[in-house]
T-cell receptor, first 112, second 117 residues
């Protein structure tokens, strides 16, 4: 089983749509969760950290469900500039490891 | 806003040659990382570095790889004898020290695209 699993997409949505991505992780000892955004041939950039209580940043809402070991990202009112690959990222702590484990990413294409 | 920088942006080399990829982490960060991303694949962890030594490495980081912090600002990744399969984008990342979620955040450099012929 993959450590971090995401639907690769692509998700093709019209401008203004609401779109949701899910991600599952395999290790229940995971402690830190993030969504990063990656544009084509660019570096991953932090979109938001994901907290147990859920958190919102403008049009973006992240949720964490530890019992089911999944993380979600909701994007409301999609913009053309939201087109990118969204990476679910987990920090596994069971070995004291501080390295990030990345999912393969979900590609979003927002269309006019 | 401070950022991680990497040089060169692109490197083309012949198989068997040595390459050194350079990174300047954010100045008050204490943990440094190298990741790689083969074209079309996910980002993979290579090595982490703290307090002038490797704190963890993945199975990818074999004896052909080494890291160094030669001075107070640079962090380098050396590949001693490159192979075709080393062709990838190599990202450097850094983070502050601390256990809070916001301090776990790693900031990535723009990457070095390595092509081994």
């Amino acid at each position: 089983r993959k450590e971090v699993e995401q639907d690769p997409g692509p998700f093709n949505v019209p401008e203004g749509a609401t779109v949701a991505f899910n991600c599952t992780y395999s290790n229940s000892a995971s402690q830190s969760f993030f969504w990063y955004r990656q544009d084509c041939r660019k570096e991953p950039k932090l979109l938001m950290s994901v907290y147990s209580s859920g958190n919102e940043d403008g049009r973006f809402t992240a949720q964490l469900n530890r019992a089911s070991q999944y993380i979600s990202l909701l994007i409301r009112d999609s913009k053309l500039s939201d087109s990118a690959t969204y990476l679910c990222v987990v920090n596994f702590r069971y070995t004291g490891r501080r390295a990030l484990t990345f999912g393969s990413g979900t590609r979003l294409q927002v269309q006019p | 806003e401070p950022e991680v920088t990497q040089t060169p942006s692109h490197q083309v080399t012949q198989m068997g040659q040595e390459v050194i990829l350079r990174c300047v982490p954010i100045s008050n960060h204490l943990y440094f990382y190298w990741y790689r991303q083969i074209l079309g694949q996910k980002v993979e962890f290579l090595v982490s570095f703290y307090n002038n030594e490797i704190s963890e490495k993945s199975e990818i980081f074999d004896d052909q790889f080494s890291v160094e912090r030669p001075d107070g600002s640079n962090f380098t990744l050396k590949i001693r004898s490159t192979k075709l399969e080393d062709s990838a984008m190599y990202f450097c990342a850094s983070r502050k020290e601390g256990g809070l979620a916001r301090q776990e955040t790693q900031y990535f450099g723009p990457g070095t695209r390595l092509l081994v012929l």
